[in-house]
């Protein structure tokens, strides 16, 4: 078991040297807050689990280019922000492609859906959001991202970015206020 006094930047710099004991004690540190940055995002429990593996196994490929400007947790959660983006991006062209082919779209999990007559709190009321309306609130409201940050990582115009605030805003209220 990893000494958990042992600074974060020494469990970098080991763990890109490959030492996978030092990746794990990274992991153990920060799987939590990727775990509900994913959940968060996604609005779905078993997506944010698959999500959060997709996340450190992306930060394991890619740790080696970790320069050490940021704090790891930014890093991490940069990439985290990522997978779920183009994870969500994916999804969205295979609606597109099930719809042009005629086929009714349920979704993958990654909607909760809105059952009539069930109390929302706020996660739920999250979670129902469309994609594109629930990505901006979380990394807005949530993660505390400006709109220019957030069109960048979202692939989206400013303009969009603050549309899909109010949009998301606006729903919350309604499913908050029913």
Avoid at 70 to 88: I, K, P, Y
Wanted: proline share 1%.
């Amino acid at each position: 078991m990893t000494d958990h006094s042992v600074a974060t930047s020494e469990l970098v710099a080991r763990a890109v040297g490959g030492d996978v004991d030092a990746f794990e004690e990274l992991y153990d540190r920060s799987k939590g807050r990727v775990f509900g940055l994913c959940l968060r995002m996604c609005g779905n429990r078993s997506s944010a689990e698959e999500l959060t593996q997709e996340a450190f196994i992306r930060a394991w490929e890619k740790l080696p280019s970790f320069r050490g400007e940021s704090a790891f947790s930014t890093w991490m959660h940069r990439l985290t922000v990522n997978v779920v983006l183009g994870h969500q991006r994916t999804q969205g062209r295979r609606r597109t492609r099930e719809s042009a082919a005629g086929e009714e779209w349920y979704g993958d999990g990654c909607v909760a859906a809105h059952r009539a007559g069930v109390a929302m709190d706020l996660e739920r009321a999250i979670a129902a959001l469309p994609d594109r309306a629930r990505t901006v609130f979380v990394l807005h409201d949530v993660e505390v991202y400006k709109h220019t940050e957030i069109a960048k990582v979202a692939e989206m115009a400013v303009g969009t970015s603050k549309a899909q605030l109010s949009r998301a805003r606006q729903l919350l209220r309604k499913a908050l206020t029913s």
